[in-house]
């Protein structure tokens, strides 16, 4: 299964296989989504690609603790001052409240632990998040501010 692109007005969609070798190209897909929108300079647009990636990932083990194959939609909204990408998946769900905070990066401890930093990272790397989660499925919302608008 290919990876398929939609556009709505400003609106551009992507929805991809659960498989991580499409998280690159989900990358390159918000690059080339949020340059269309002024405003955005280089490192906040490097922040939103990896907090796209961590979302991407996350909905990828989300489907493969399901074992489900349907895609994973994200779909970027440019509107005047912000850009908001959304990240839906059909894994089970989860409660976020229940994730552990990371460990502190200083910690020289943090460096033998590989996972746990995805949630963190959406957070930091955006100027707002939110998920929404239920047994269907999870949608995050991550948004950046820009200097238009």
Known sequence: MAAAAHDRG???EISI???TEYVAM???FVAEAVARQAGVDAR???DLRVAVSEAVTNAIAAHAARRTVAPIRIC???SPGRVE???YDRGGGFDPARVPEPPDPTDPGRL???KGMGLWLMRVMSDDHSIATSR???EVRLVVHTSSG
């Open 136 to 138: 269907r499925g999870t």
């Open 17 to 19: 296989p659960p498989r």
């Open 76 to 78: 970027c909204v440019p």
């Open 85 to 87: 990408i959304g990240v």
């Open 10 to 12: 400003d609106a551009v």
């Open 44 to 46: 906040r647009l490097e």
């Open 26 to 28: 989900v990358r390159n």
């Open 112 to 114: 033998e632990t590989e």
